[in-house]
């Protein structure tokens, strides 16, 4: 069973900054897929970034690039979110999640895809 635990979270102003940290319980680290995701009150949840820990590919959807960076510590078997310029329409809950990449298949942003979850970090962004 992985377990995946988020910290960073908190309230920040317009046009500020936050680093979100995901610390994922597994030996098999290195052959996850991990993802970043977010869901604000009424709404659905969406994907924002994901990375394949074996080989630090990375995609983000488009309101997450130019602003988001996601990386990861193998080291440590941390992910992080690093989020820049942040607006008021990125307040939300933001979750890490992660699911096993077997041989052919892919990392992607899929969330049916992601088994484990954490248990999520408030993030406010105010005006």
């Known amino acids: 069973q992985v377990q995946l635990m988020e910290s960073g979270g908190g309230s920040v102003q317009a046009g500020g900054s936050l680093r979100l940290s995901c610390t994922a319980s597994?030996?098999?680290?290195?052959?996850?897929?991990l993802g970043w995701f977010r869901q604000a009150p009424g709404k659905e949840r969406e994907g924002v970034a994901r990375?394949?820990?074996?080989?630090?590919?990375?995609f983000y959807v488009s309101s997450a690039k130019g602003r988001f960076t996601i990386s990861q510590d193998k080291v440590k078997n941390t992910a992080y979110l690093q989020m820049n310029h942040l607006k008021p329409g990125d307040s939300a809950v933001y979750y890490c999640?992660?699911?096993?990449?077997?041989?052919?298949?892919?990392?992607?942003?899929?969330?049916?895809?992601?088994?484990?979850w954490g248990q999520g970090t408030q993030v406010t962004v105010s005006s």
């Open positions: 999640a992660a699911y096993r990449v077997y041989p052919g298949s892919s990392c992607s942003l899929n969330s049916d895809q992601f088994a484990h």
């Open positions: 597994t030996y098999d680290y290195n052959t996850y897929c």
């Open positions: 990375i394949y820990l074996a080989n630090d590919s990375v």
